[in-house]
């Protein structure tokens, strides 16, 4: 196997026995075939110039994927392989009715059974491509389109959809078997990708604030009731819906762990009273807090860390695009419904959370919200009283190395403000920072998906102070990443003119030395530093 795709890769350069997210070698190439036959539906769909609008299953297959493949998100070998031969027979259907000739071997291959997959991914995995240059700009495509994958799935089940982006998966998973491509139009192509990013997490904005409203300044609870419980964790609002629908009356509590948390902010959720908090940290912690918290786990999407106890394992759920083997998995039916019944049943026979602290949380400082503030923002900025914002959107990861964001966070001048996004919001969103004015001095404006309401912000501000760019304005980004789908929120900053992002706890793996200089020289790119340092020459 060889895996280089996420921040915790085996010594940043790639893993190769085992990932270190728990992935085994199975699964690993089977993801490698499933990412190859979504390129073999890509090159028919352009060679053959297909109408994207008729072939929606195609399209929301590619989308379920790309999703499958993101780190934690699916770690079940039976699911991904029965993925494969979905997206080989909508494959061979494409290319019935779409002659296209002159097709690449990811549009023609065929295996029968798991031996055969296991034998063809050997052949076709990252490394396949020699050039290590060339090999990074399409990695770094396609992680980007993981991401914009994942963001454009939400949207789709709320309802929501965009030819055009689908178009654009199609467009860049083919350009990345095209060998004639040049390094200049595969960098082109990276941009673009950030271009269809912004627009994917515009319809995912679009698609949240239409049916649950839009976010607004909300108390979260930490501590527990004792009442039996369901713990809901991943991005999907819509399986939060319906897990709170079919919870009415059963005497059954609902809490968000990690990525779910925002959903608090959403006026919608509000109605549900067994609807209670927020219960724990990042993603990373759950072996930890999942044992108190003694209910079963229902995960919509990533991030699943492989469960040792059995205890644990028999407690969690998956559904969507997410899996783990052994555990139980929640299928939608046609229409999109999901009987939960299962899990609601085992919450009542089990004992309520174990408290494992106490106090609250606030945040829902998405962009309504924040232009709802904008006469004390300005005030506060041009007053002096807020010198600086520091975006820190982003991810949460195990390794040691992001005890530098806490840090950074606590060193931080009083007269600046935290803009955060993602699960990174975890490794200060509970520290006593205080406020300016009454402005809190870390402002949550959501998942990791919601970074997009950070860029719009950002927009608005340099409206408001009639900037010509948006790099004039007073606003440092320090970006933690770990998986796709902050590839794709870097890549959509990237599109949109935003310079000097620094990017830890390291630069990624993939980026060979002559990409990562690119990106440096093009777009100041930049990793961390210590913690002094940087503040110090952020604030100069
Ligand atoms: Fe955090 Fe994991 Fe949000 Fe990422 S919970 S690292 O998937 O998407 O962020
Ligand atoms: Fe390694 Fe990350 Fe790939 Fe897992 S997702 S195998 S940790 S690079």
């Known amino acids: 196997m060889f895996c280089y795709q996420c921040q915790e890769t085996a010594k940043n350069t790639g893993c190769t026995v085992k990932g270190v997210c728990g992935k085994n070698e199975v699964v690993a190439k089977l993801q490698d075939l499933l990412i190859y036959s979504c390129k073999g539906i890509a090159e028919i769909v352009v060679k053959g110039k297909v109408d994207v609008t008729a072939i929606s299953d195609a399209n929301h297959e ?229 044992g108190p918290f003694n209910g079963p786990i229902l995960f919509t999407t990533n991030c699943i860390v492989p469960p040792r106890k059995d205890d644990i394992r028999d407690r969690i759920f998956t559904t969507g695009s997410a899996g783990f083997p052994g555990c139980g998995h929640i299928e939608a039916d046609e229409n999109g419904k999901k009987d939960f019944s299962a899990i609601i049943d085992m919450a009542k026979q089990l004992p309520a959370p174990t408290e494992i602290e106490t106090g609250s949380i606030v945040g829902g400082f998405a962009h309504n919200q924040v232009f709802a503030l904008a006469d004390k923002v300005v005030d506060a900025v041009k007053s002096g009283d807020i010198k600086k914002f520091f975006v820190m959107a982003g991810c949460d990861g195990r390794m040691r190395s992001r005890e530098y964001y806490t840090e950074f966070a606590e060193k931080l001048p009083k007269d600046t403000v935290i803009l955060t996004a993602g699960c990174a919001k975890y490794r200060y969103n509970k520290l006593p920072l205080g406020d300016i004015g009454g402005i809190p ?39 933690a990443w770990y998986e796709q789908k902050a590839v794709i929120v870097l890549l959509a900053l990237l599109y ?30 930049a990793g961390i530093g210590t913690v002094e340092d940087d503040i110090e020459l952020f604030m100069a």
């Open 62 to 290: 590619v989308l379920n994927s790309l999703f499958i493949t993101i780190t934690n998100a699916n770690f079940d070998e039976d699911a991904i392989e029965a993925q494969i031969k979905k997206m080989m027979n909508i494959r061979n259907g494409l290319k019935n009715q779409n002659p296209a000739v002159d097709l690449h071997d990811a549009a023609t291959f065929t295996v029968s059974d798991r031996d055969g997959m296991l034998e063809k991914a050997a052949s076709i995995g990252v490394l396949s491509t020699e050039n290590e240059d060339v090999r990074s700009l399409r990695e770094l495509v396609i992680y980007g389109l993981k991401g914009m994958a994942a963001y454009t799935h939400h949207a789709l089940n709320i309802g929501k959809e965009n030819d055009d982006i689908y178009s654009f998966i199609y467009e860049g998973l083919a350009s990345t078997l095209n060998d004639g491509l040049s390094v200049d139009e595969l960098v082109a192509l990276v941009l673009k990708t950030g271009e269809y990013g912004v627009a994917a997490m515009a319809l995912l904005d679009e698609a949240n604030t239409s049916k649950y409203g839009n976010p607004e300044i909300t108390q979260v609870d930490i501590g527990v009731r004792n009442n039996p419980a369901i713990l809901i964790s991943g991005h999907d609002l819509t399986d939060l819906e319906q897990l709170l629908e079919q919870t009415q009356g059963t005497g059954v509590d609902v809490y968000t762990h990690s990525e779910m948390l925002p959903a608090h902010y959403y006026p919608f959720f509000k109605k549900y009273d067994n609807f209670v908090g927020n219960y724990g940290g990042s993603w990373w912690r759950q072996l930890d807090e999942f």
């Open 441 to 479: 001095r870390v402002l949550d404006a959501g998942q990791c998906n919601d970074s997009y309401s950070l860029a719009v912000i950002a927009l608005k501000l340099k409206e408001i102070f009639e900037l010509e760019d948006v790099n004039e304005l007073p606003i440092a980004y320090n970006i």
């Open 496 to 525: 949109l003119g935003v310079k000097n992002i620094h990017l830890g706890p390291t630069l990624p793996g993939f980026l060979s030395p002559n990409v990562a200089k690119v990106l440096v020289e093009t777009f100041g790119i």
